[in-house]
């Protein structure tokens, strides 16, 4: 069975005719309306194109309910991977981040950066049945990659085409005219056709050491899933990917493993491990990778680990480290030189 994250899931939801009732949309595939929107809670799959397929047959908009979805993504709703995706030098840097990084957000899909003579394709690869909720889930994606493009280049973003896959669901103009560009149906593809020119702009924010952090970050992250993670070592996983919006509780991440809090804590405790040492644990490594290969002010820090404030950091930071974060700083730069 495959997941995709749950962000997807809220964004579509958001989006839905508010004749339905999203609280109780959200929980048929285990979701609380209510609790932070968290990038690395998953659902499965087939849940997901289910839903998807539940609200087409009760939405009137339906048709362009994906556009709308890809309108309403932000480069910040996807955390540390939009975080990537924004400080790339250009385009070309955040479709090759995509196509680098894409499984920490979905075991379904990857990307392909692919050269061609009219441009550079973007690919999009899916696995499973060409199913109603997949084919909308397409749209939605190459919609997310083209609104996201357009707020991160300094070029004004327009592809040169979009392909997909499955026939047209009727009129093509709604989707001609939200990517300002020729849409064919019933292609032997589903991606973004895109010019060499508008792939090399650069992007408004991209930072060459910003980038190289987020590139390791990431690759630590990929190399995690790579392993046949211990249940430690997965709690550890979801604990940083979850830290910039503030401490994440047991429960939360009770949920996003697929079992209750009150199991997590028991597992753990036979393992020979807290759940709060494991918090202090990912907050005091994340604090020192930050400090190492980044210039960001400490208050920046402190909110990235989880802290409202920066002498609850600083305080944080001495008991584990035995200095302040501003003293480890210049020791590690020091010793680096």
Request: hydrophobic letters at 35%; a positive charge.
């Amino acid at each position: 069975m495959g997941q995709i994250t749950s962000l997807f899931v809220r964004k579509v939801v958001d989006q839905v005719d508010r004749s339905l009732d999203k609280r109780a949309l959200l929980a048929s595939v285990g979701i609380d309306l209510d609790s932070p929107v968290d990038p690395s809670q998953m659902v499965s799959d087939i849940d997901y194109y289910s839903l998807l397929e539940r609200i087409a047959s009760a939405d009137p908009g339906a048709t362009d309910l994906p556009l709308r979805v890809g309108a309403s993504m932000r480069c910040d709703d996807y955390g540390a991977f939009g975080l990537a995706w924004k400080s790339a030098l250009n385009l070309r840097g955040s479709y090759e981040r995509a196509e680098r990084y894409a499984r920490l957000l979905t075991s379904v899909a990857s990307y392909e950066v692919r050269n061609a003579k009219e441009g550079v394709y973007l690919h999009l690869h899916r696995e499973g049945q060409r199913r109603l909720g997949l084919r909308l889930s397409n749209e939605a994606t190459i919609a997310s990659l083209a609104s996201i493009s357009q707020q991160v280049s300094t070029a004004a973003f327009r592809p040169v085409a979009i392909y997909f896959k499955h026939p047209s669901p009727g009129s093509t103009s709604p989707h001609e005219r939200h990517f300002g560009c020729a849409v064919h149906f019933g292609s032997t593809k589903d991606a973004l056709l895109v010019s060499k020119e508008t792939l090399l702009k650069p992007n408004r924010l991209g930072d060459p050491s910003i980038s190289n952090f987020f590139d390791t970050h990431l690759e630590a992250e990929l190399s995690k899933l790579d392993d046949d993670a211990s249940l430690e070592k997965r709690v550890r996983i979801q604990i940083s990917q979850q830290l910039s919006e503030g401490v994440p509780k047991i429960s939360d991440i009770s949920r996003s493993l697929g079992m209750s809090g009150r199991t997590l804590q028991r597992r753990l405790s036979d393992q020979g491990y807290s759940f709060q040492a494991l918090v202090d644990e990912a907050r005091r490594q994340l604090a020192e990778r930050l400090l190492r290969q980044t210039e960001y002010p400490l208050a920046e820090i402190a909110f990235l680990t989880g802290f409202s404030e920066q002498s609850a950091f600083n305080r944080a930071f001495k008991r584990w480290a035995g200095q302040t974060p501003r003293s480890f700083r210049i020791q590690t730069q020091t010793t680096s030189e």
